[in-house]
């Protein structure tokens, strides 16, 4: 018998599977039913009648797809097709992360792989779609980050403006979406590690040197900036987890 057999009895493990089969049932109605974003749903009634099961069974399978950002409830109203949401992969992979610092934070390091995977393997896209306009909001971006940096204020909201600024050319909504969820978890996981000192200003002239290999649009230089910046995010995590 596995472990994880043995730690589910499998009346409990039968109806795990049924209860995400009938997850994706509703899912696919939805689509079947060609809704959208903000459209109704069918009423509890409706589904457990469509579906064949009982309304506390259908009660809790709209509950989990409400978690996972799929639908939303509106008491009183009814239940809708929901918008973007990423709080629940937030949440997921913050718990994921601070998890792993217990065994040197290699979840944690994974995320930060992603991203920059993500920021050096597009940037030259990025550049290729950039107009003076795009290079004028960076700049007034930065140039406030240098003002904080200066003042001993806290940079955070400046970086991530500045990431979301840089592929703004791309008008890409999910790429926005996913490095908005990655800066969420990077800053709870550093939270939970408590801080360090920080240097402002080099933070800052680092975010310099990679506005200036995009305002003279140098894709491999942009790229290797980039990559080191997130080298420099990796190495702060790794020395503050195994301290």
Known sequence: MTVASAAVPPARFSAQIRSHALQNRIME???????????????ESEL???????????????????????????????????????????????????????????????LIDVRQALESGLIGSAIDLLTEEHLSDLRETMEAMQEAAVKGEPLAEHDAEFH????????NELLINLMDVFWQVYRQIHEALGHGPVNLEEQARMHWDIYESVASRDKALAAERLQRHFDGIRQKLKDVASA
């Open 29 to 43: 109605l939805i689509l079947e039913r060609g809704l959208d974003v903000g459209d109704a749903l069918p009423t």
């Open 164 to 171: 979301r600024k840089l592929y703004a050319p791309l008008n």
């Open 48 to 110: 457990s009648s469509e579906l064949g099961v009982g309304r506390n069974t259908v009660r809790e399978s709209l509950k989990v797809l409400q978690a996972l950002g799929v639908i939303e409830i509106r008491h009183g109203f009814g239940m809708f097709v929901a918008p973007n949401n990423f709080s629940a992969l937030v949440s997921g992979l913050t718990f994921r992360g601070r998890l792993s610092l217990r065994h040197k934070g290699e979840e944690a390091m994974e």
